[in-house]
């Protein structure tokens, strides 16, 4: 078999309708054409069926049904995205009454709590997987209105790799294990993934996300979370308004760094569902404040980009968030399987005051969540499944399937009837009503013109990250495209980049090698400078805070019981938590004879688990430190991570045999008032300064 090209077969042909840039692989005798099931040819397999170009999804587009209630039921029980996830119970809380933009009830009285249970996740890898492949994070709620249940069901990045959901099936396959062979699992570092990438530009933004370190974070606590689309708010008088929904976590976002990604999956695949666990177990709920940007069609047309386009986001600095309320976990699960495994969120549930728009991958997501749940979970009645369930009285005239739970009573299973007066009926007024909206264009399979530009927004992301933050997209690239066996792919997504910007473009070149190689990418529009957005950056919005972090303590025998004692106080005070590490899990003895109980044994706890660390040394106990390996390496991961340490000064032998260099983030401890030094500079977080001494891309 010839290796795979970049040129297409004389009998094949691709085609791009102009400037909406989607790539159409095409063929000319009708016997090789892409059929359905049935074997119906298919003219457009890019595209859904849609009442004019930016109108919504037609129920009667039989190719995009099959092709998803395919994929929908490719795995049982398992999910096929987001197998890998932790969830939590909790409750929302409105700041103040929202009745101005929508009628929604649990929206209205800022002294109710509205249950919830949230569900995180991993997207490509299996239930078995680890929690720190780089991915993206689902970031999907369950709110238990007094109208019914919502799920606003999400991510931690605002936009996403298509724009149609008739690609969903076919990105999902390219980035899940090659099928021939099983392999890679939860990663995208491999050919069919970035063939499949750089055969669609579309991708470019979710791209920059991707390699980002938001797809690294250091806690389920600390992420962001974006309900991706455009949606409605509708309020009392009818007045609709559009939405982006945004989740702000109160200790702020955090990633790690990739080489500590990498050793956390190796030394705990647990890490994240393990630290939001203890956190709720201890107390430290995690919480997040729900922000809205909420824009009239007027503004959503002065805007240089297509609100119903899913790969574009809105610039904070353009539409600022509206902060509204907050989102507290404060129960974990029960039963992971009952509650976790079982629970079943539909884009499709919401309440009346929210509704949809036209974005044609939400209008297949409608359907899909739904028909998916029929396969996983054994039938039409997942709902009864206490996790899914209502909070609220809910009935209607469906009966029987499998897993019926219920026992309905009575004659009547149909409306309208004669018979019982006390059966359930419409309610014109309080039930859910759909925003009118005319509908004048055709029927047709394409890509709005208006969705065309795939660059302007990759530009503005990777243009609005710190130094730091563009070095780790840079880096992540060249890891990324290193795996790739192909050269034309490589060279395709160098074209890409280059439309991006020069810089990044440049660089990964010169990580890879292939300065001079890249395809030349003729953009269907051309790439525009949009003004940096700063709020789409993690380091430079930063809080300097060690509030729900962890400070790793390294005890030796003999070592200042009195320095702990300090420690342990102004951690308290900022809201962090110790874990002490010792030799042996036993624990060791202070300078006193005291014996002070260790948290976890240095083999089982790499500083990689940390935010800082400490090393509490006597003079004995850090020259034996200093020929254990374990020992070494744990100093060395520190400093390499970047992370904040303090020592005594007897600790010294094993900094020097760990090669750690004196910088900022090196703090002395030579008495008591040093350790306020280490807390003020611990809550800055990173020492970025350090990194490009100790790494760069390639």
């Given at each position: 078999m010839?290796s795979?090209s ?8 691709a085609?791009?309708p102009a400037?909406?840039?989607e ?5 000319e ?7 359905t099931n049935h ?11 849609r009442?004019?170009v930016r109108g ?8 995009l049904?099959e092709k ?5 039921h ?10 890998r ?5 909790g409750?929302f809380?409105?700041y103040?009454?929202l009745a101005?933009i929508?009628?929604?009830a649990?929206?209205q009285d800022p002294?109710v709590?509205?249950e919830?249970f949230?569900?995180f ?6 239930a ?5 492949p780089?991915d993206?994070?689902g970031?999907?709620v ?7 249940n919502y799920?606003?069901?999400g991510?931690?990045?605002p936009?996403f790799f298509?724009?149609?959901a008739?690609?969903?099936p076919?990105?999902?396959?390219a980035?899940?294990m090659?099928?021939d062979?099983?392999?890679?699992q939860?990663?995208?570092a491999?050919?069919n993934?970035?063939d499949f990438?750089s055969?669609?530009p ?8 991707a390699m980002?370190?938001r797809a690294?974070?250091?806690s ?7 309900g ?10 009818g007045i609709?308004?559009f939405?982006?929904f945004?989740?702000r976590p ?5 990633s790690v760094?990739?080489?500590e990604a990498?050793k956390?999956n190796?030394a705990?695949?647990?890490f ?5 666990w203890?956190?709720i ?5 995690p919480?997040?404040?729900l922000g809205l940007?909420?824009f ?15 790969t ?9 968030l509206?902060?509204?309320g907050k989102l507290?976990l ?9 509650e ?5 969120f ?8 929210i509704?949809f728009?036209?974005d044609?991958?939400l209008q297949g997501?409608?359907?899909s969540?739904?028909d998916?749940?029929?396969s996983r979970?054994g039938?039409p ?7 899914n369930a ?6 209607n005239m ?5 897993r ?9 299973n ?10 359930p009926r ?9 925003v009118?909206?005319e509908?004048?264009?055709e029927k047709?399979r394409?890509?709005?013109e208006?969705?065309?530009?795939h660059?302007s ?6 243009r609005?990250m710190?130094e730091?933050e ?5 880096s992540?690239?060249?890891?990324e495209l290193?795996?790739v066996?192909?050269l034309?792919?490589?060279t395709?997504?160098?074209g890409?980049l280059a439309?991006?910007d020069?810089s ?8 890879l090698g292939?300065?001079?190689q890249?395809?030349?990418i003729?953009?269907a529009v ?6 940096p957005?700063?709020a789409l950056?993690?380091?430079a919005k930063a809080p300097?805070?060690?509030a729900?972090r962890?400070?790793g303590?390294?005890?030796?025998e003999?070592?200042d ?11 308290k005070t900022e ?5 002490l590490i010792?030799?042996?899990?036993g ?5 006193g004879?005291?014996?002070?109980p260790?948290?976890?044994a240095?083999?089982a706890?790499?500083s990689?688990?940390?935010?800082a660390v400490v090393i509490?040394a006597?003079e004995a106990?850090?020259?034996d ?7 070494i390496d744990?100093?060395?991961?520190a ?10 000064p007897?600790?010294?032998?094993l900094?020097?045999r ?7 983030g090196i ?5 008591r008032?040093a350790?306020?030094?280490f807390?003020?500079t611990a809550?800055k ?6 990194e ?6 390639g």
């Open positions: 010839p795979p970049n040129t297409t077969p004389p009998s094949r042909k085609r791009g400037k909406t840039a790539t159409h692989q095409t063929v005798d009708v016997r090789d054409a892409l059929t074997g119906i040819p298919i003219s457009d397999n890019q595209n859904s069926l009442a004019g919504p999804t037609l129920l009667e587009d039989f190719v049904r998803i209630t395919h994929f929908d490719e795995r049982i029980p398992e999910r096929i995205v987001h197998a996830g932790s969830g939590a119970h409750y809380q409105v103040e009454s101005d929508t009628k929604a649990f929206l002294k709590q509205t919830v949230v569900r996740s991993t997207v490509a890898g299996g078995g997987s680890g929690d720190m780089r993206v994070r970031f999907a369950k709110f238990y209105t007094s109208e019914g799920d606003l069901v991510n931690n990045i936009v298509i724009q149609d008739m690609k969903f076919d990105l999902v396959h980035v899940k090659e099928p062979r099983g392999f890679p939860a990663a995208s491999h050919d993934f970035w990438a055969l669609s579309e991708t470019m933004h979710m791209l920059m996300w980002s370190d690294i974070p250091r389920l606590r600390m992420i962001e979370g974006f991706v689309h455009t949606f409605r708010l509708v309020n009392a008088k609709s308004r939405v982006k945004h989740w109160k200790l702020g976002a955090q760094v990739w080489d990498v956390i190796g705990d695949p647990d994240h569902r393990r630290d939001l203890e956190a177990e201890n107390g430290d709920f919480e997040w404040e940007q909420v009239d069609e007027k503004q959503a047309a002065r805007l240089e980009f297509d609100v119903l386009d899913a574009k986001l809105i610039p904070e600095e353009i539409i600022p509206r902060i509204v507290v404060n129960r974990n699960a029960d039963n992971f399987f009952a976790t495994e079982q629970v079943a539909l884009p499709s549930n919401v309440p009346p005051g509704d728009t036209n044609p991958l997501r409608l359907f969540y739904q998916t749940q029929l979970l039938g009645n997942f709902h009864q499944i206490p996790v209502p909070r609220c009285p809910f009935h469906q009966r029987d399937g499998l019926q739970m219920q026992v309905p009573k009575g004659r009547v149909y409306e309208p009837n004669s018979f019982d007066v006390g059966a419409e309610h014109p007024t309080r039930g859910f009503i759909s009118p909206e509908m004048d264009g047709i394409k890509r709005s208006t969705f065309a530009d660059y927004q990759a530009r503005l992301f990777f609005s710190t730091p563009q070095r780790h997209i840079i992540a690239f060249a890891f290193g795996k066996e192909t034309n792919i490589r395709r997504m160098l890409h439309n991006i020069a990044l473009h440049a660089q990964v070149a010169d990580a292939m300065k001079g890249s395809e030349k003729k953009p051309a790439p525009r400078d949009l003004p957005s700063p950056s993690i380091i300097e805070t060690l729900g962890k400070i303590v390294l005890l030796t003999g070592f019981g009195a320095l702990l004692a300090a420690l342990r106080s102004s951690a809201k962090a938590r110790l874990f010792a030799p042996k899990v624990g060791v003895k202070d300078a004879g005291a014996l002070v260790a948290d976890g240095l083999s706890s790499a990689v688990f940390y935010d509490l006597s106990g850090a020259a430190l200093a020929t254990q390996a374990g020992a744990w100093a060395a991961n400093f390499a991570h970047l992370k904040v340490i303090a020592h005594t007897e600790a010294q032998p900094l020097d760990a090669n750690v260099a004196v910088d900022e703090v002395p401890l030579t008495g008032k350790i306020s030094t807390i003020s809550k977080g990173r020492i970025w300064e350090r490009p001494s100790l790494r760069r891309p």
